[in-house]
């Protein structure tokens, strides 16, 4: 019989920080962690990675730079999803596995705020959804401005971009946010 234990907040900070410390040129020592956190290497390994697509662990959003995920989406555009290749070419600093967990991390963004656009739409939004549309607003303002931006020098980049820029229609997008903020404001 498997007996699961599940992890304390306590717990995951400290494997959050032993991965820190213990990641090296993209390779963690989960040996070394595991001793320190008295679980297995496996389960140290499997609970991250399981976590890491939830989105419990913020290192898979930290580091990343707005204009970077503009990069991301575009060599998706160009690559599909050869994260390997991905990652070699564009994010060295980054694992495969933190590219592909943070385009998928993205895809699930664009799905809730797909949701929450519906939602506006058929106006069943209300004054608690005020937080999540001006998150979104800010976001997709800056992705708008790092679209409008770009330099011209990397014209393969460049189409990739207005390619993603047309296929979330930012422009439409942030102009809809806007009045629907300042709608919400005014009452």
Not at 69 to 83: A, F, H, R
Not at 128 to 152: A, G
Request: with cysteine.
């Amino acid at each position: 019989m498997r007996i699961v234990v599940k992890w304390t907040e306590d717990e995951k900070n400290q494997l959050n920080k032993l991965i820190e410390i213990n990641t090296k040129d993209n390779r963690t020592d989960w040996v070394k962690i595991a001793k320190q956190m008295n679980r297995t290497a496996n389960q140290c390994k499997t609970y991250y990675n399981i976590a890491i697509k939830q989105g419990e662990f913020k290192n898979c959003n930290a580091n990343w730079l707005p204009h970077q995920i503009g990069q991301l989406l575009s060599c998706v555009e160009i690559y599909g999803k050869k994260w390997k290749q991905i990652q070699k070419i564009q994010f060295p600093q980054f694992s495969d596995k933190q590219v592909r967990s943070k385009y998928n991390m993205l895809q699930k963004m664009f799905e809730e705020n797909k949701k929450m656009m519906e939602l506006i739409r058929e106006g069943k939004a209300t004054k608690s959804n005020q937080e999540q549309i001006e998150k979104m607003f800010t976001y997709y303002s800056d992705l708008k401005e790092m679209y409008l931006s770009r330099d011209q020098k990397d014209i393969l980049d460049q189409k990739a971009l207005i390619k993603v820029n047309d296929k979330l229609n930012l422009e439409a997008l942030v102009q809809s946010l806007k009045e629907i903020l300042d709608k919400m404001n005014q009452q």
